[in-house]
């Protein structure tokens, strides 16, 4: 199989119909980063940040962000990073950083709202991304986003530090982009605001679907009984695809889904184009987008979000297709 995938690397990821799509990695620390060359990915979609926090045993100076970064891009060279902004909290345990016990630790004082909170925190990370990414484009990904002003909050972080460099002398990132994650149910009832402040957004998957099923991610009892493509979840995660569409911004999943066959499928037929996964997911996606007439998928699928699909579900649906295939 590996031998299988490894020549469809320098394929363009382009269905049969000729929709193009982008294929990434998630990441999180330098190690998985040169497996860019063997699946041909066209970058790193999701960099979790939180990683290095995670492993270490004591908050990582800025000058260790800063090699890590650097290491980073230098080994994606010119396949870009989307760097995720600490996102600590939830099921990401940082021992050296939790101040308090809390009852409901995925719903609880995590990512963006500790980083708003402990400005200290963020802005030293911030620095980190602008010095590493010095003279190159830099992408940045906010985490957990409730509300518009937070993002906007994060925003003027951002630009300070950016005047701080400039101010100070130093290479700064020729180009910044700034993208919002959208994973907390909130945020889908404001996407017409979100969308003109944001360069960019990710639709985290994993939360989105805790969240709006009120099932823990973490806990298979309750989680494997809500189907994350079952019709509810989807029309969710059109309703991004959408706005991103009216809004002219480029929209990216980044949970867990983007790497499973089946739930890629229900994605580009309701119109992602962008999916990032574990790199070992990239060969199988791969090999389906090159077999894949869209067209046909999205007629379908389309028609089960809007009139309901007599009890048939979506997985059902794209099963057959998938059969009818072989
Ligand atoms: C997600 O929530 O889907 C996501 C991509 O982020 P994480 O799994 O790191 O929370
Ligand atoms: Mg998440």
């Known amino acids: 199989r590996r031998a299988h995938y490894a020549a469809l690397k320098n394929k363009p990821s382009v269905t049969r119909d000729g929709v193009e799509i982008t294929l990434l990695h ?15 990915a066209t970058g790193v979609g999701l960099f979790r940040t939180e990683l290095q926090f995670m492993i270490a045993s004591k908050l990582p100076r ?14 994606a060279g010119e396949r870009p990073i989307v760097f995720r902004l600490l996102d600590i909290g939830g099921d990401k345990v940082v021992p050296y950083l939790r101040s308090m016990a809390e009852e409901n630790p995925a719903m609880g004082y995590r990512s963006i709202r500790l980083g708003l909170d402990r400005p200290g925190l963020l802005r030293t990370q911030i620095r980190a991304l602008l010095m ?24 003027l972080v951002v630009s300070k530090e950016m005047d701080r460099l400039r101010r100070a002398g130093e290479l700064v990132p020729s180009r910044l982009e700034l993208g ?14 979100i969308m003109p402040e944001a360069d960019f957004v990710s639709i985290g998957s994993n939360d989105l679907v805790q969240f709006l099923t009120a099932a823990d991610r973490a806990n298979p009892r309750v989680s494997k009984s809500y189907d994350p493509i079952a019709l509810p979840r989807l029309r969710a995660i059109r309703l991004v695809v959408d706005a991103a569409r009216r809004h002219n911004k480029s929209v990216t999943m980044c949970g867990e889904l983007a790497g499973r066959p089946m739930e890629a ?3 580009m037929a309701i119109g992602m184009t962008r999916l990032s996964m574990g790199p070992a997911s990239i060969g199988p996606i791969k090999e389906l987008v090159l077999n894949l007439d869209l067209k046909p998928i999205q007629e379908s699928v389309a028609a089960a979000l809007s009139v309901g699909s007599d009890g048939v579900t979506i997985r059902e649906l794209l099963r057959e297709w998938v059969d009818r295939q072989n």
């Open 180 to 193: 919002a994650m959208v994973e907390v149910p909130s945020l889908l009832f404001e996407l017409d605001q």
């Open 62 to 75: 800025l000058q260790e962000q800063v090699e890590l970064y650097s290491e980073a891009l230098e080994i």
């Open 265 to 267: 499928l229900a994605l």
């Open 132 to 155: 590493a990414a010095q003279g190159r484009p830099l992408k940045i990904l906010v985490p957990m986003v409730t509300e518009t002003f937070e993002f906007r909050q994060t925003r």
């Open 26 to 40: 998630n990441s999180g620390l330098v190690a998985d980063l040169p497996m860019l060359e063997d699946t041909g």
